[in-house]
Nanobody, 119 residues
Framework: QVQLVESGGGLVQAGGSLRLSCAASGSTFSNYWLTWFRQAPGKEREFVATINWSGNIKNYADSVKGRFTISRDNTKNTVALQTSSLKPEDTAVYYC????????????WGQGTQVTVSS
């Protein structure tokens, strides 16, 4: 059974940083893109950042460019999201997801980790 488990969320003051991590088990994620999404209360889920298998292609939402960095360690089957200069509007549940590179559909999702940024 494939599982994605996020960790690293918490409460932080504006301007602070958190490192989110997502551990994948039950499968190797060769040729999978790993992606972070987030969902704030009352809002739709939105894309945050994504990274391809080799880690040489990364894309970010405009709202987090320059503040967040995505990375992955294929030897450990993990993907991380280093956040910095956090703003109250970054408050959300953050999810990691995986999709095969030949598909537009996300096959696997984690349960999410809460990030709360206080002003």
């Amino acid at each position: 059974q494939v599982q994605l488990v996020e960790s690293g969320g918490g409460l932080v003051q504006a301007g602070g940083s958190l490192r989110l991590s997502c551990a994948a088990s039950g499968s190797t994620f060769s040729n999978y893109w790993l992606t972070w999404f987030r969902q704030a209360p009352g809002k739709e889920r939105e894309f945050v950042a994504t990274i391809n298998w080799s880690g040489n292609i990364k894309n970010y939402a405009d709202s987090v460019k320059g503040r967040f960095t995505i990375s992955r360690d294929n030897t450990k089957n993990t993907v991380a999201l280093q956040t910095s200069s956090l703003k109250p509007e970054d408050t959300a549940v953050y999810y990691c997801a995986a999709r095969w590179s030949g598909s537009s559909k996300y096959d696997y999702w984690g349960q999410g980790t809460q990030v709360t940024v206080s002003s």
